[in-house]
């Protein structure tokens, strides 16, 4: 399947990249193309003078275009009370603000408790997948059923308190399935929300605040085909100077900011180790 999906998209950029043509990588909520009253998705080749029509004041479309590079098309709008929105791309065009790829948000293994801040940051904190599992060293930071951490969050007025163990081989698990099922049902984890990370010592009958963040889990079968569009897109469009992996891979770190929110870079190198077809070069 993966083959066939590279194969297409070779085919759609080696008939035409013309410059005032937009090609859709990433949609948010539900956006129509007025003209056709189709759904907006990737792959889409869409222009300037082309209509849109945003479903709710939320939704967004993430677009590439060989001369402005990465754009979000978001609906301009006066009030909340407005449900739906039509527009024309030109005028909704704003250029992704760049993310370098830097060590600031921790080393990837967890040593202390002043670590988890700058592990999970103090923003978003994206997740691709279901799970995430964190490195623990267990000689430095002990965790057991009197000294355990708690992923804390509140929805529709419960607070909710989940205990966090790390694995035998000293993994930390954040899986969502897990975290947002509850004895009221089953918690919607896309809708915006903060997260605390406590520590409590239930010995000591004491508690540490550890963090904030705002996790955000993203579809790892929808974040693969999106990279691999924008793998294509930039080197079939690239005329000054062959694309590496070390570029190739700022450029994935580089989308994901800009589009999900922020992500631990070390999780992220992890993860795109392992998806090899993303790094090899065409």
């Known amino acids: 399947m993966r083959k066939i999906f590279i194969v297409s998209f070779f085919l759609l950029f080696t008939i035409s990249t013309q410059a005032q043509d937009y090609y859709v990588l990433h949609v948010k909520g539900v956006v129509l193309d007025k003209e056709s009253g189709k759904s907006i998705s990737i792959g889409d080749r869409i222009t300037g003078n082309s209509e849109v029509i945003f479903k709710s004041t939320d939704a967004k479309v993430v677009v ?35 993310s370098i790829r830097m060590s600031t948000r921790g080393e990837g293994v967890i040593e202390s408790f002043s670590d988890f801040k700058p592990y999970f940051g103090e923003s978003t904190f994206v997740v691709i997948g279901d799970e995430i599992l964190i490195p623990i060293n267990k000689e430095k930071l002990s965790l057991d059923h009197n000294q355990f951490l708690v992923y804390r969050y509140e929805k529709d007025g419960t607070r909710v308190n989940k205990k966090l163990h790390p694995h035998h081989h000293g993994l930390l ?13 089953v918690f ?10 406590y520590f ?19 579809s790892d079968k929808q974040l693969l085909s999106e990279l691999q569009y924008l793998k294509t897109f930039l080197v079939e ?9 070390e570029l190739l891979t700022d450029e994935y770190y580089d989308y994901i900011v800009g589009t999900y929110g922020k992500i631990n870079q070390s999780y992220f190198e992890k993860w795109l180790e392992k998806e090899t077809e993303l790094l090899e070069l065409l």
């Open 188 to 197: 919607n984890h896309e809708e915006p929300h903060t997260v605390d990370l």
């Open 173 to 185: 698990s954040i899986h969502k399935d897990k975290l947002y099922n509850h004895k009221n049902g």
């Open 64 to 98: 590439l275009n060989k001369e402005k590079g990465r754009a979000i098309l978001q609906p301009k709008v006066n009030t909340e009370a407005e449900s739906e929105i039509a527009q024309f791309v030109k005028n909704m065009f704003v250029p992704m603000k760049k």
């Open 200 to 218: 409590f010592d239930k010995k000591k009958n004491t508690s540490k605040k550890l963090t904030s963040f705002n996790p955000v889990f993203v």
């Open 237 to 245: 469009t690239n005329e000054e100077k062959p694309f590496t992996k």
